[in-house]
């Protein structure tokens, strides 16, 4: 493919790196995501320095952390040059889809992250689609409804189980899935209500759920390993959808091309058609999938590591990471060697606070952290979580902790970390029983 120059990986960043190395780095965000991206840049050695913002009580125990707002772009920029980062690490979509990546840029810094305008893939499920029609690539049949009476219309057209997601960011939780038509249009009356302008009614996708997390320069993408996600709070798939109570990875029960097979029929359709229209996508590009009987469908786009399944991957990746994050960042993805993988599995499992995911219960003390991290391959993640004046670890969000293993199989990694959840106590807290508990039977 022939390329013009991107905006990415600016002359004025790689003097900067050039300058200075070995490289210091600043993580934005502040959950279990953005602690398994610390631990992980950490363990590189090519990495001299490491500060997240604003970080949390587990992320706090390891780096420096600064309160600075995630989705202020000045703010931003002014704590990565403050701090002399030479690569900025962008966690959540909030501050993606604001232009904190542009900000950091902006100042003459290399940045892991897409542009405003590329996060849109994210930020906008409608364009997602339309990005998707222009690439080829294959995805639910849905309608964009303005009002509820076209919801109406396209609920009847497609028939249950109907699928209703509001189009704007939402964080997993702006989707119904329900075999219930009334439960469908009060959804869809909810989001009109919250203020959304248009919402998605989609054709229902069968067949299990595949998450592909792509590292991209906007050129070129390097897959890396697939894990499955367990977006309902409850075990067996029951209760509302959440950011993510769990995942695993490796997936047993997957094609052995299905890597090979979503690179060449999704992600590089995806990079080369926003390459196409003037805002290349760099950065990590995730692809949430399902296997249908059909064949791979996109069930939609994120423009950023997932959460859970960045945990079970990062603890997988035997590359040092921060070498991967600045090729992203700087342009030069196609000279890096092939990734290299650890054998063997690793599962993570969410703790949430009481009422999570409607009204998460905050400011409760979390007991059996140093026991649960002593449990041989396990690593405390936290997400939610903050310190008292006595220095005790409080909750203080929805997702608490992500308790992670490895293990040499799906059924060890899963044994250790549920050996971990057993040695944690949060008043209220609730937690899946089932995850990777099919797969690891498989
Ligand atoms: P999203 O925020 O679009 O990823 O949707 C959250 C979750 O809702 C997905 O992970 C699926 O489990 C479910 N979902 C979304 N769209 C569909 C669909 N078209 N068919 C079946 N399930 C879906
Ligand atoms: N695990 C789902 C997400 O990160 O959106």
Redesign the pocket.
Known sequence: MQCSPLSIGTTSARKRLDKVTPMRVLVIGSGAREHALVSALLADPSVSYVACAPGNAGIGAAVDVFPVRADDPQAVAALAAGIDAHLVVIGPEGPLVVGVADAVRANGIACFGPSAAAAQLEGS?AFAKQVMAEAGVDT?QARVCTDLAAVSVALDEFGA?Y?V?DDGL?A?K??V?TADRAEALSHAQACFANGTTSVLI?????GP?VSLFGITDGKVIVPLQPAQ?F?RAFDADAGP?TGGMGAYSPLPWAPANVVEEITTAVLEPMIAAMHKRGTPFSGLLYA?L?LTSRGIRV??FNARFGDPETQVVLARLKTPLGQVLLASALGTLADLPPLEWLDGAAVTVVIASSGYPESPVTGDAIQGLAAAAGVEGVQILHAGTTLNEQGEVLSAGGRVLSVTAVGQSLAQARERAYAGVNLISLAGSHHRRDIAELASQA
């Open positions: 499920k639910a189980p699928v997601k939402a997993g702006g989707v899935v989609e054709e229902y996708l069968d759920e996600d977006k959808n949430g399902a069930v939609e």
